[in-house]
């Protein structure tokens, strides 16, 4: 499978004004296959944005190499075939929508006659068809979202970064760029999402990228990232010594008042746990449980923490 | 072509500047104005109408020129950062540009903008300058005035291509400038920029006062060494003043159309120069 991205060993530190160095990416290694929809995820200042920016060419790596389409990262053949959804997009503010897209055309050279038949295509397509005409400052965040999207799609490119694509949209814009990048998917495109909306991650992506503290801390498939089957038993008035003789079968034991919360993953484990109790607490519920990309996000920040 | 778009765009984001309309309008006004402050001259001073006439030239040039300055440093100095404080050098640079036509795109939609701002501004100087010719023209005919202004006012053409050329010389030192404020703003911040480039501009248009002082006995050779350098370095603001007799009146130019053009060659190395270590440093810089 042909790679759309390949990222190796991949540094970047910066230097304060006093000196200090802070190492925002530190030796981050993945690739990303064509045609697959790839989250990037991590809290705030990970070094998901770092990561985009050197991809983009816009930042020079300390270290490491990155490659886009075959070429080394900021390639202007590379940039041919790829766009750039940044988070808040910003544009000029005086022009109207469908000037500030026949601005973007012109970066990639596009005839007058090719502009014309584009522009309004590309507003059709992101809903803003009767827009065109009016200031980007009377848009609202969503619309200018949109026009955002618009510009990353004029190009018609292979791969399409998009850096926090439904950060604070009303629900409607939200869907709409859920379903845009599932049709991207469908077309064949390969997509790079950075987002804090893991459920979309969960929903849309062929693998994912865990960054925190800028190293890369897990990498795979849904199936192979989150625990398939998980059961959680939820007990109550469930003594202490009887607490001790199932906590070595649990995964993970949790109190809350009255009610225990017993998360354990086989299925042989949870017949013993449920014949160990059965008589001597009160048993309320038996849940069969798959984790959420949430579950392990916030797993995986909280031990970074510690 | 993409230097053209992003031009293109740089003007009309540019002009819609409030603080340059403001520069704009009231140097404007103040050339309108100085008609009038010079109809009373006339008729006030025993000068006569031609030495009016290189008053009235001079104000009108030197307003021009302190205009277009701060015009000129307020555009350099923002022209860059505002694109990253506005997040909009992002998505630029993630297309196919490259960021030599970025940082000549920008300069030259700031040279556009300044070419409009000085053809109004210009424009508004030779309209006034006619104006008062023709008034002195007709007023040297009428049997009442004519006495009072002397045979100087039937002297006086109704248009100077002179005018023209002096124009022309106070927009090569905006470019100049501009270029300058451009490179500084790579490096420097926007409040130390607008200083650093009213300095610039401030000591080259005081290069003569410099080079003597390169020249000067009782200097120390460190110093005179150091005045030296500052007058090679600095462009001679100075040389694009000239035409105004008033800060210049002991220079006489035969040939203005001539002297434009030397000129015009000077401010465009110069501004080469400077756009091309620009371009170095954007080069290597993270956006």
Redesign the interface.
């Known amino acids: 499978m042909a790679e759309a991205i390949v990222v190796e060993d991949l540094c970047k530190e910066y230097r304060g004004r006093t000196g200090d160095r802070v190492m925002a990416v530190n030796k981050v290694s993945f690739s990303v296959h064509e045609g697959e929809i790839f989250g990037f995820i991590g809290p705030n200042g990970a070094g998901k944005t770092t990561t985009i920016?050197t991809l983009?060419?816009?930042?020079?790596p300390t270290s490491g190499k990155a490659m886009v389409m075959g070429k080394p990262a900021g390639d202007?053949?590379a940039?041919?075939r790829?766009?750039?959804l940044?988070e808040?997009?910003?544009?000029?503010e005086?022009?109207t929508g469908a000037e500030v897209l026949d601005?973007?055309c012109?970066?990639?050279?596009m005839g007058g006659a090719a502009r014309r038949k584009k522009v309004p295509e590309l507003l059709d397509r992101v809903g803003l068809g009767k827009d065109g005409s009016r200031a980007l400052r009377q848009y609202s965040k969503g619309m200018l979202q949109r026009v955002?999207i618009a510009?990353s799609l004029i190009n018609d490119p292979d791969l399409l970064?998009f850096d926090e694509p439904t950060s604070g949209l009303d629900p409607i814009a939200h869907k709409d760029i859920q379903d845009l990048i599932l049709s991207l998917r469908k077309q064949g495109k390969t997509v790079f999402l950075s987002s804090h909306q893991l459920s979309d991650v969960e929903n849309v992506c062929n693998r994912v990228a865990i960054i925190n503290r800028g190293e890369l801390v897990k990498m795979g498939t849904m199936d192979e990232l989150l625990h398939a089957g998980r059961t959680v038993i939820t007990l109550a008035h469930l003594s202490a010594d009887l607490l001790g003789k199932v906590q070595p079968l649990a995964e993970h034991v949790a109190e809350d008042g009255e009610l225990t919360k017993i998360y354990t993953e086989t299925e042989e484990n949870v017949h013993k746990i449920l014949d160990m109790t059965r008589g001597s607490a009160n048993l309320v519920s038996v849940v069969p449980q798959r984790q959420t990309l949430e579950d392990l996000f916030v797993e995986i920040v909280r031990e970074g923490r510690h | 072509m993409i230097i053209w778009a992003i031009a293109r765009t740089t003007v009309g984001d540019a002009l819609r500047k409030k603080i340059l309309q403001v520069f704009l309008v009231v140097a404007i006004g103040l050339i309108v104005l100085s008609l009038s402050f010079s109809q009373t001259l006339s008729f006030s001073s025993q000068r006569g109408a031609s030495s009016d006439f290189m008053l009235l030239k001079s104000f009108g040039l030197g307003m021009m020129a302190l205009a277009g300055i701060f015009i000129s440093l307020i555009l350099g100095v923002t022209l860059i950062p505002q694109e990253f404080e506005r997040r909009t050098i992002y998505t630029i640079l993630a297309k196919p540009v490259k960021r030599y036509e970025f940082i000549t795109g920008k300069f030259l939609g700031a040279l556009m903008t300044l070419g409009i701002a000085t053809g109004l501004m210009g424009a508004t100087f030779i309209i006034t300058i006619v104006l008062k010719a023709i008034g002195a023209q007709q007023a040297a005919a009428s049997p009442t005035l004519g006495h009072v202004l002397g045979a100087s006012a039937e002297k006086i053409a109704l248009f100077d291509w002179n005018m023209v050329w002096a124009v022309i010389l106070v927009y090569l030192q905006f470019m100049v400038l501009s270029s300058i404020v451009l490179l500084f703003s790579l490096i420097f911040t926007q409040t130390v920029n607008f200083f650093m480039g009213a300095a610039v501009y401030a000591v080259g248009f005081m290069s003569t006062v410099v080079i003597s002082l390169g020249g000067a006995e009782g200097a120390s050779s460190a110093l005179r060494f150091f005045y030296k350098t500052v007058s090679y370095l600095l462009p001679r603001f100075d040389q694009f003043n000239i035409p105004n007799q008033l800060l210049h009146p002991e220079t006489q130019v035969t040939n203005m159309g001539a002297y434009t053009g030397m000129m015009a060659l000077y401010g465009l190395l110069y501004t080469l120069l400077a756009l091309v270590v620009a371009i170095l440093i954007f080069e290597r810089k993270e956006v």
């Open positions: 920016k983009l060419g816009l930042l020079f202007i053949e940039k041919e790829i766009s750039y940044p808040s997009p910003y544009f000029y005086h022009m601005f973007y012109r970066l990639f050279k955002g510009q970064f």
